[in-house]
């Protein structure tokens, strides 16, 4: 059975960094996407950014390019949220998934698997 635990997540004030880290147990697919979402209470869940397991391929949300980088490792079946720069409006539940296709990255009926969640809270 696949699993997908994220952590990393915390409090931290605006400016701040954060890494999310999001470990599979296994490889959830070969081939694929793996992305990180992120969700407020009473809001839709909104794409962040992506990764595919092959290549150099990366995808962001405008809002986070220059402050997010997505990475990825490999051998420890483990994908990473380098967060810089936050902001009061990063405070959200940030998940992370894993997707068996390469297109639509940014739609979450496209990911098959999905961590718990990890809190990240930005004071201003």
């Known amino acids: 059975q696949v699993q997908l635990a994220e952590s990393g997540g915390g409090l931290v004030q605006a400016g701040a960094s954060l890494r999310l880290s999001c470990r599979a147990s296994?490889?959830?697919?070969?081939?694929?996407?793996m992305g990180w979402f992120r969700q407020a209470p009473g809001k839709e869940r909104e794409f962040v950014a992506a990764?595919?397991?092959?290549?150099?391929?990366?995808f962001y949300v405008d809002s986070v390019k220059g402050r997010f980088t997505i990475s990825r490792d490999n051998a420890k079946s483990t994908v990473y949220l380098q967060m810089n720069s936050l902001k009061p409006e990063d405070t959200d539940v940030y998940y992370c998934?894993?997707?068996?296709?390469?297109?639509?990255?940014?739609?979450?009926?496209?990911?098959?698997?999905w961590g718990q969640g990890t809190q990240v809270n930005v004071s201003s």
């Open positions: 998934a894993a997707s068996p296709y390469y297109n639509e990255y940014d739609s979450d009926s496209r990911y098959a698997y």
């Open positions: 296994g490889r959830p697919f070969s081939t694929g996407t």
């Open positions: 990764i595919r397991w092959s290549g150099s391929s990366s």
